[in-house]
């Protein structure tokens, strides 16, 4: 039967709606895979590497050069106004209050991770398969390790939301600290992607988005709040457009854009809400189109044990990290397991920053692979394993007391 070009693309949308949704709500998931979790994992099933290896008829018939490219340019939109809103609720400013305690616990828990991710890239790279055609030695070592370290600091305001800590001095404190490893990770980006021969226009664009950021600071206090909203998503595009002109990718300036502006200038609650719609209605065709890029051309077994050498790498590394800073902080005991649980979460930003390097030629599509699958299952332990911590914390916090050990 033949459809028209619209009609492939509203069966697409339908899939990529109805297939998650019906396997998070009719398998009751949400304790150990949340409904963006499980819209991941949907990408890649619905990806060629799994339902298109089996189906190729129906990866045919839906995901077609006219289809794919729709659906990219509404993933790339999507996720460049997602990056921008977790730029936006940066609080630097809290953050420099508590410079000792944040700037001690953001360094460790995110440089030993970094550590062990960079040596468990150097054992992959003693085999043929990871490095991409464009990619020196150095750059796929350092982009491994950034992300096994990285922290998704949009994934965890929900995942603190849904613990209900939120609010709370633990839920504040853990935002400072992912709020700055996600800085962290933008700028080793912007170091990656450094195009010696495109430096010309990286510095002017340096210049120029410093400029620009001058002036849109003196404008949005200026501007009633509806109005902000609505020029927040002209400076997204331009500063997008600019960075990606630059050679330094579209999500480096996406970032740049909403961390230079200042949070209370947007209601706490819109700003909520449209985080919310953003993940609601468009994240899930970014989802889908991230899961187009799996492959397992080097085989599943040696994807699947790369994924388990960096789960390993990520997780023991955030550990011991958090852990050192207890010790130095003078944290009550099993305070540091809590926050270590809750620094795993990585899915979205970590999805996004390997995009980054796929789409650099830097890393492989099988690496990329191995770094999703880790970074799913990272995800997926951090509400099961905190959760029963989390309730003795709330507990305990109502009682004036401020540890998040267990009993």
Known sequence: ????????????????????YAVWRLGRTDHWAPLVVVQIVGGILLGPGVLGAAFPAYYATVFT???????????????????WVAGLELDLGEAWRSR????????????????TGSLAALVMLRFPGWRGPAGAD?????????????????????????????RLPLGRRVLRYASLDDIAIWGVLAAIMLDWERVTRQAGFLAGFALATWAIRRL????????????????LAACGFAADWAGLHFMVGAFLSGAVLEARWFDEETT???RHFVLLAVMP????????????GMGGTAVFAAAALLLVASVGGKF??????????????????????????????????????????????????????????STMLTVPMVSKRIAVYRRTAGEGKVSAGAP
């Open 1 to 20: 039967m033949h459809m028209s070009p619209t009609e492939v693309f509203l069966l697409a949308m339908l899939l990529i709606f109805a297939a998650p």
């Open 65 to 83: 050069p006219a289809s794919i490219g729709a659906l990219n340019g509404i993933a790339w939109w999507a996720v460049m106004m997602f990056v």
């Open 100 to 115: 000792r305690e944040t700037g001690t616990t953001a360094a460790l828990a995110l440089v030993t991770p970094l550590v």
């Open 138 to 166: 150095w750059q796929v070592v350092l982009g491994i390790g950034m992300a096994c370290a990285v922290t998704a600091l949009p994934i965890l305001v929900l995942f603190l939301e849904k613990l209900e800590i939120l």
């Open 220 to 235: 949005m206090p200026r501007l009633p709040e509806r109005d902000r909203w609505y020029v927040s998503l002209v400076w």
């Open 272 to 274: 909520d809400r449209f």
């Open 285 to 296: 065709v970014y989802f889908l189109s991230t899961g187009l890029r799996t492959q397992w």
């Open 320 to 377: 011991l990290g958090v852990r050192i800073a207890g010790r130095l902080l003078g944290w009550p005991k099993g305070e540091a397991t809590t926050i270590g649980w809750l620094l795993q979460t990585k899915a979205l930003i970590m999805i996004i920053f390997v995009n980054v390097l796929l789409d650099k030629h830097i890393v492989t599509n099988e690496t990329f692979t191995a770094l999703l699958l880790m970074a799913l299952a």
